[in-house]
């Protein structure tokens, strides 16, 4: 159990350590939690623990990869509409 909390903290301080805006961040907590549940439900003993960290890591990848997009999209509007209040 302490090893998957270590694994928890360092996502969370890989992810305090992006960028990214904050859907990007929370994206990729949310992921890591999700993967981490995911990959706990495989294996058994030392290979539930790669389990749990192989899916914080891709479920951290997948999640900031999608908040990311998020994020783009926000500031494309964002401008957008800059531009429209301008004209």
Known sequence: MKKILAIFVSVAFLAGCQTGGPKQTGGTLIGAAAGG???????????????????????????????????DSDRVQEQRQIQNHHH
């Open 37 to 71: 549940l995911i990959g706990s439900q495989i294996g058994g003993g030392s290979g539930r623990l790669v389990g749990v960290g192989l899916g914080v890591l891709g479920g951290a990848a997948l999640g900031g990869y999608i908040g990311k997009n998020m994020d």
